[in-house]
């Protein structure tokens, strides 16, 4: 069996990550599909559950294909994420160097099950204690059902919540539950400037960061798959269904043998 790579924190479903093929990065590269649909199918491609089978994508909470995002990320380039941000004081500018663990972020992010929140009759469904109000956590399908909606958040609402003109202290309430139950990953992270001291955030969003990150790192494969075919005349499918690591080391050896010669 796969070795297990993480566990989506709020769904606690398990997933094994295989190394990715050409193919994988030549769909991550190509892809002009928007962030939800990019790693929706990035990780139906590439990870299971730990004993083989599939993973219900479309129906584990919104928050798990971020974390998923972040496993898979894990599983191919390590824990550690470092980035780096510009220090807004006017007068500084100075590069700040923000990192942080994978692991950690995670963990910060853990799912509780705040008070005043009950589990409703029907499966998947919450109560706020004392009100009319029924809920339930947005899923994978939810977001991919209002993407392209004019107002998502409204749509989504529309999805996932009942009870009639909510009051604004009813809708905090709601809202604090929600993101109780399953916290978004997508945070602020950051630390103070060495220049001048200031504290400093940025964004981190995981499906945003990861995409890019990866279609930087498999820039190569155009240039892999052209070198391995003029080598060694395999056609493209071929060469594509290579592991990474595999393919990478013929074309070093295509490369050093150059050099020799
Ligand atoms: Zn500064």
Redesign the pocket.
């Known amino acids: 069996m796969p070795p297990v790579s993480g566990v989506l924190p709020v769904s606690g479903t398990g997933l094994a990550v295989r190394e990715p093929a050409g193919a994988d990065e030549l769909y991550l590269v190509e892809a002009p599909l928007a962030p939800v649909p990019a790693v929706l199918g990035l990780a139906r491609r590439v990870a299971v559950a730990p004993d083989g089978g599939p993973v219900g994508w479309e129906s584990l909470p919104a928050a798990d294909l971020d974390a998923a995002a972040l496993v898979i990320r894990r599983a191919w380039i390590g824990d550690v994420i470092a980035t780096d941000a510009r220090?807004?004081?006017p007068?500084?500018?100075?590069r700040?160097d923000v990192s942080f663990g994978i692991g950690e972020y995670l963990a910060h992010h853990r799912p509780r099950r705040p008070r005043g929140v009950a589990e409703a009759a029907e499966r998947g469904w919450f109560m706020l204690a004392g009100s009319p109000v029924r809920f339930r956590i947005p899923a994978v399908a939810d977001l991919l059902a209002v993407e392209a909606d004019p107002r998502p958040g409204d749509a989504l609402a529309g999805r996932c919540v009942e009870g009639e003109g909510l009051s604004r202290g009813l809708a905090r309430r709601l809202d604090r539950a929600m993101s109780a139950l399953a916290p978004g990953l997508t945070d602020l992270v950051g630390g103070a400037?060495?220049?001048?001291?200031?504290p400093?955030s940025m964004r981190f969003d995981p499906l945003g960061y990861t995409l890019a990150e990866l279609r930087g790192v498999f820039g190569g494969i155009h240039l892999e798959t052209h070198a391995l075919a003029s080598a060694y005349g395999w056609p493209e499918q071929v060469i594509l269904a290579l592991p990474r690591s595999r393919r990478r080391r013929y074309a070093e050896l295509i490369v050093d043998g150059r050099s020799v010669a």
Do not use: F, K, S, Y
């Open positions: 220090c807004p004081g007068d500084c500018g100075e700040i400037c060495p220049g001048c001291g200031r400093v």
